[in-house]
């Protein structure tokens, strides 16, 4: 470990640093996009559950995000990125505030059900 140290110190240059900001960018919006899609993927299980309607909007919202990011991410980066990234999390803080209590309601009734069929080990 200490040479991937020691190499590092002597080799990192401006280029270096700026190629491992695009792909460190390219790896957390990849990572987010995929936090934010499981959320809207849980939010519709329990919406379609509840019989309430869909929301197609949010993933309208999404995938238009999601299709403009490998641009901004490339040849727009910085600001621009960052504010779409942002507003995959607003869109998450959105869903989270909207329909929150009935995913933590729809969760702990599962949970609930589980426990129940579950046996006794003790």
């Known amino acids: 470990m200490d040479n991937l140290f020691l190499w590092l110190a002597y080799h990192f240059e401006r280029e270096m640093f700026l190629q491992s900001t695009v792909l460190q960018g390219f790896l957390w919006s990849i990572a987010d996009f995929f936090l934010v899609f499981g959320f809207l993927r849980l939010t519709s299980l329990v919406r ?28 727009e980066t910085g600001t621009k990125h960052d504010m779409l990234i942002m507003s995959i999390f607003f869109l998450a803080i959105y869903v989270a505030l909207v329909d929150g209590l009935k995913i933590v309601r729809f969760l702990k009734h599962v949970l609930s059900d589980r426990n129940r069929l579950l046996p006794d080990t003790g």
């Not at 509840?50 to 040849?75: C, D, E, H, Q, S």
Request: net charge positive; charged share 15%.
């Open 48 to 75: 379609n559950r509840l019989n309430m309607r869909k929301t197609t909007g949010r993933y309208v919202l999404f995938w238009i995000a999601a299709i403009v990011n490998p641009y901004f991410l490339l040849y």
